[in-house]
């Protein structure tokens, strides 16, 4: 135990910081984690709560649609191409082979899966409704046949979302108490500890570049929020007396 304990000393003696998650990064992170709560709970609660959940599925869609863009343009680790990884990747990563910094190839898996059936689940709740008070706020673009099966959709993917962070959470603590790895606080601070001499800080992902993904959410959120339906026809006229 005394030479364990001595070793892993050493080891952390070793490890250098690494910037390795930028700031719009752990704010779309975090900002995701409150937001799919919200929208969960008050989908449960229904009634007035409803207004809610519409509006938090939009900030949501939102939010991805950010995500997107900065996957594409933001930092080194917060880019699609730097983490998601093919077969070789995620066999020398089981085999204990793999080596580097961010998402491992497996833990992209399920991040790229989370993304994608949120993104479902904000698109299909645009144009869902409730059969009471609700629709989405694309509903009109629709026929009611197509809201009910989207809607039905909407209802059953919950539950892939459920297994999916639960998963995404087993995962951190797995990392937690067997790796003795804090997934969570790099999320927090955009630090990491490394032994890795040839471990880079993450580049890139400039002003220029976070606010081209921030005005195409906000175009998202525009759209998503009625902006693309047609004007309402004029009121008839006043009768003439």
């Known amino acids: 135990m005394e030479n364990t304990a001595l070793h892993n000393n050493e080891v952390d003696d070793m490890k250098r910081s690494v910037a390795v998650w930028d700031l719009p990064t752990r704010i779309f992170h975090w900002s995701l984690v409150l ?6 709970t008050s989908g449960k609660i229904g009634g007035n709560a409803m207004l809610w959940h519409g509006t938090f599925g939009v900030a949501i869609l939102g939010l991805l649609s950010f995500r997107l863009v900065w996957g594409l343009i933001g930092s080194t680790y917060a880019r699609f191409f730097t983490f998601v990884r093919g077969p070789r990747a995620i066999i020398a990563y089981l085999r204990g082979e793999w080596r580097g910094l961010g998402h491992n190839p497996l833990g992209a898996l399920s991040v790229v899966a989370l993304l994608a059936v949120l993104s479902f689940q904000a698109l299909s709740g645009l144009v869902s409704n409730d059969d009471i008070a609700f629709n989405g706020p694309l509903y009109p673009l629709v026929s009611k046949a ?6 039905g959709l909407h209802r059953r ?3 892939v979302i459920l297994v999916l962070v639960f998963l995404h959470v087993g995962a951190i603590i797995y990392y937690l108490r067997v790796k003795k790895q804090n997934l969570v606080r ?10 890795d001499a040839d471990a880079r800080p993450a580049t890139g992902g400039g002003p220029l570049a976070f606010l081209v993904a921030v005005v195409i959410a906000l175009a998202a959120v525009w759209a998503a929020s009625g902006g693309v339906l047609p004007p309402p026809p004029p009121p008839p006229p006043a009768p003439a007396w």
């Open 35 to 40: 937001l799919v709560v919200g929208s969960f």
């Open 157 to 159: 993917s919950e539950l």
């Open 146 to 151: 197509y809201s009910d099966w989207m809607t």
């Open 186 to 195: 790099p999320m927090i601070t955009g630090l990491t500890r490394t032994t």
